[in-house]
């Protein structure tokens, strides 16, 4: 959806706010400078969660926290206390668990995340069951990456 058309459902008294996942940060701008006052902006990708909130976004409708929330949670609150140098910093240091959990087709890293971790999610189901062959080569290359994290789910 395009920055005309959420501005103008901005204006519609029952929608309090819009997930922006366009990936656009000249977009996501706009909606947060030009949508009216108390209509909120979540990120709506993880890897964007610190330059949608300098620029005044509210949150994340996030992936990554269903399995780092309370890093997650950290970052944030780091943004909020004004401190964006430990932020970043934070954001620098997510950003590979952001980006290893799109490898494959979402929800299948969180499931996988999840039951590795000791948290029995049980399998994907249907339609978003990987073969096998796709499954190994995905769990190849997210192991060493989730291996730099714990797993933490906030309250």
């Known amino acids: 959806m395009d920055a005309a058309t959420t501005l103008r459902l901005a204006e519609v008294p029952n929608i ?65 206390e004004g401190d964006l140098e430990a932020a970043a910093a934070e954001h620098l240091r997510l950003l590979p668990i952001f980006n290893a959990l799109f490898y494959i087709t979402n929800p299948i890293p969180v499931r996988y995340a999840m039951n590795r971790s000791g948290f029995d999610v049980g399998p994907a189901r249907l339609p978003m069951v990987p073969d096998q062959g796709e499954l190994d080569a995905f769990s190849a290359k997210f192991d060493p990456i989730m291996d730099q994290y714990t797993v933490d789910l906030a309250n």
């Open 16 to 80: 309090v706010g819009v997930k922006e996942a366009s990936s656009d940060p000249d977009q996501i701008a706009y909606v947060i400078k030009d949508s009216p006052e108390g209509f909120k902006v979540w990120s709506g990708n993880d890897n964007e969660i610190l330059s949608t909130m300098v620029v005044g976004g509210y949150g994340i409708v996030s992936v990554a926290g269903n399995i780092i929330s309370g890093q997650i949670q950290k970052m944030i609150g780091l943004l909020l």
